[in-house]
């Protein structure tokens, strides 16, 4: 179900939804009926309006580091892009340092919410969120990314929220 009622039963929602199905099917769930399903899946999605990051191109930013504190700027994490492009901690994504000079990137943070709550007494018996940064704000690249994300090592931490940092998308 669409945590936002006006994205239920939308284009869009219904992409994303199937992503998570999946997901729920390879843990060993079914998808069923929320009227009649022992547990129901409410998921959220969006992408902010971006914000300009300014940084130079020939030093380490130490204002714009990882989560996962020091000696991890720049690390990889076991193939830090993975097979979807994204990588977890929240690193400079725009790549490391140049030849010198300034550069201005225009940083969106997306996101998703997913709770899953008992039908019977609507005790909620997970919640996460994954978050991105990226230079791209299309949520059709984007969310799958997250929901990827999202099942790592599924389920995790109840209430975590997983943060990633997805490529730059491939130009055509």
Not at 25 to 54: C, M, N
Not at 109 to 137: W, Y
């Amino acid at each position: 179900m669409a945590e936002d009622p006006r994205d239920q039963g939308g284009l869009e929602f219904s992409q994303y939804a199937s992503l998570v199905a999946a997901q729920m099917a390879k843990l060993g769930y079914v998808q069923g009926d929320p009227q009649t399903s022992d547990l129901v899946v409410k998921f959220g999605y969006g992408v902010d309006q971006g914000r300009d990051h300014v940084r130079s191109t020939g030093a380490y930013d130490p204002f714009w580091g990882p989560w996962y504190g020091p000696g991890f700027y720049g690390r990889p994490y076991g193939g830090f892009w993975g097979r979807r492009g994204w990588g977890y901690g929240w690193y400079d994504p725009f790549w490391g340092p140049g030849f010198g000079g300034v550069d201005v990137v225009t940083v969106y943070t997306s996101g998703i919410d997913m709770k899953i709550e008992r039908r019977s007494d609507g005790k909620r018996v997970f919640e996460g969120k994954a978050q991105a940064a990226s230079t791209s704000n299309r949520l059709p690249y984007l969310v799958p990314n997250l929901v990827e994300a999202m099942f790592k090592d599924f389920p995790g931490h109840n209430g975590e929220t997983v943060r990633i940092s997805v490529a730059p998308e491939k130009k055509k």
